[in-house]
């Protein structure tokens, strides 16, 4: 194969020859400053237009310098900026052979197989929901910002068909400062003006406040708005947190609002040994958003929208046009092309590395990894909790761990110059890459637990790690 498909040997290589490292791999391979500064060559190489075709040994040569030097590793225990880690071997395999066909599924008539597997596990996922599954349905999404636009066009699209299209500029949603800003975001592309979302102020540990709610549907009210979204985080991006996702439900159900649950991050725990917290939970919630990227160690990014009621879905389905691909609109739900309820048309077979990964580890071995992201939580919490150098921000709920350094002179200023400072040295060897993320109190370092490679050895190794960074360290 190497004499005819050289870069398909050469990319084959390099990843079976990282692969195997890492669990012991830094998130970079060089230092922070080395790795995010291009030389003057490596800029020219990156950006210089090729009129002529380029030599393929110098390119392969040259790229793997530039992938070595400057990307970061997302499949490292040791990379902890951003709310996705790492990734399941099974997953990564099962990505490769989905994109190997170049396919899509938005019909059954070209991709038979791959539609039976993206039903199969979007069947599994609603085994997880206290909702019932032959009246339930999912739709794959590019990654959990979509799940929620989508979710919230699924709401205007019941709302201005129950009361008409003329209440669209009307219409009212709601959601946290601690929630993800795709939810504001999803609001305006989906017409809800700016001055219709309503943040809801959150308590000491970022979860939305059930009575400031309460408050701001009846200024809405009063203002002539029509409730018609609530948007309760299962998982705040920062600190994990979850929201008091009944009592917001309870809230909103005199309104018939559209509850959304954002479990991009928290819905892992619908896998896990203490799941009946997470389904308790679900079980007020008209839509979920579940992204396998963040802690199920699928490849980024790979989410779903799961809804209560499968019908909500047919507003995707063309009003005009698509007679190209769709050929039987007729056919049952579990026999209906995917692209029918689903946010875009070429959709690639994605879901082959959730199929693969789920079928390889069995639903014990999924449960096995939450159980073991929470322990690996609580260990790291305790060092944090003892540490004469940091405060716990937030007792996690999740699997994720929200600390500030102690010291300064006690203003707020001195702190936030503490932190950078802190952040700078914990980052600098390019080893470890941890966040620093805004919180109620001030900043906080955010570190997460469910990378499939990490141990208790790496926790440990971080606990160390933060301690010697801290610039007031002996």
């Known amino acids: 194969m190497s004499a005819d498909h050289p870069y398909l040997s050469w990319a084959l290589r390099y990843v079976l020859d990282h692969v195997p490292q890492d669990r012991d791999a830094p998130a970079f391979h060089a230092s922070r400053a080395e790795a995010g500064t291009l030389t003057d060559a490596?800029?020219?190489?990156?950006?210089?237009?090729?009129?002529s075709p380029t030599d393929g040994d110098a390119l392969r040569r040259e790229l793997e310098s530039l992938l070595d030097r400057h990307l970061i590793n997302g499949r490292s225990p040791r990379f902890q900026n951003q709310l996705f880690s790492g990734v399941e071997e099974e997953a990564l395999a099962g990505s490769f052979l989905g994109i190997f066909p170049n396919n899509t599924i938005s019909t059954r008539e070209v991709a038979p197989l791959p539609s039976e597997m993206e039903t199969a596990v979007t069947s599994w996922l609603l085994r997880a929901l206290p909702w019932d599954a032959a009246k339930a349905d999912?739709?794959?999404?590019?990654?959990?910002?979509?799940?929620?636009?989508?979710?919230?066009?699924?709401?205007?699209?019941?709302?201005?068909?129950?009361?008409?299209?003329?209440?669209?500029?009307?219409?009212?949603?709601?959601?946290?400062?601690?929630?993800?800003y795709s939810i504001p975001k999803g609001a305006d592309l989906c017409g809800i003006s700016p001055e219709n979302v309503f943040e809801i102020g959150t308590d000491e540990?970022?979860?939305?406040?059930?009575?400031?709610?309460?408050?701001?549907?009846?200024?809405?009210?009063?203002s002539g708005l029509i409730p018609f979204f609530v948007n309760a985080t299962m998982g705040t991006t920062v600190a994990g947190s979850l929201d008091p996702i009944a009592e917001i439900a309870a809230v909103m159900a005199e309104h018939e609002a559209w509850v959304h649950i954002d479990g991009a991050w928290g819905a892992l725990g619908l896998l896990g040994s203490e799941s009946a917290r997470f389904r308790d939970?679900?079980?007020h919630g008209d839509s979920l958003t579940w992204d396998a990227h963040k802690g199920l160690g699928a490849p980024v990014s790979l989410s779903y929208l799961m809804v209560r009621d499968a019908g909500a879905l047919d507003v995707l389905r063309p009003s005009h046009g698509g007679g190209y691909l769709f050929r039987n609109l007729d056919a049952p739900r579990e026999e209906a092309d995917l692209g029918l309820r689903s946010l875009y048309c070429g959709k690639p077979f994605v879901s082959l590395s959730m199929w693969l990964l789920w079928k390889a580890k069995g639903a014990s071995g999924l449960r096995a990894h939450v159980d073991k992201a929470r322990a690996l939580t609580l260990r790291f919490?305790?060092?944090?909790?003892?540490?004469?150098?940091?405060?716990?921000?937030?007792?996690?709920?999740?699997?994720?761990?929200?600390?500030?350094?102690?010291g300064g002179d006690g203003g707020q200023e001195s702190l936030e110059e503490l932190s950078e400072r802190t952040r700078e040295r914990v980052n600098a060897s390019g080893k470890w890459m941890i966040n620093?993320?805004?919180?109620t109190g001030g900043r906080v370092f955010r570190a997460?637990?469910?990378?499939?490679?990490?141990?208790e050895i790496h926790v440990n190794e971080l606990a160390d790690h933060m301690e010697a960074s801290h610039p007031d360290a002996v």
């Open 42 to 51: 490596e800029q020219e190489l990156v950006r210089a237009y090729p009129e």
């Open 138 to 180: 999912g739709s794959l999404t590019p990654a959990g910002s979509f799940s929620n636009y989508l979710a919230v066009y699924l709401a205007r699209r019941r709302a201005t068909g129950a009361k008409g299209a003329h209440v669209l500029p009307y219409l009212a949603l709601f959601t946290s400062e601690a929630a993800h």
């Open 205 to 222: 540990h970022d979860r939305m406040r059930p009575d400031l709610l309460r408050v701001a549907v009846a200024r809405a009210i009063e």
């Open 281 to 283: 939970a679900v079980a």
């Open 381 to 406: 919490r305790d060092r944090i909790a003892e540490s004469p150098l940091y405060d716990l921000a937030h007792e996690p709920e999740t699997w994720a761990v929200c600390f500030r350094p102690k």
């Open 436 to 439: 620093l993320c805004p919180s």
């Open 448 to 455: 997460l637990f469910v990378n499939p490679l990490m141990n």
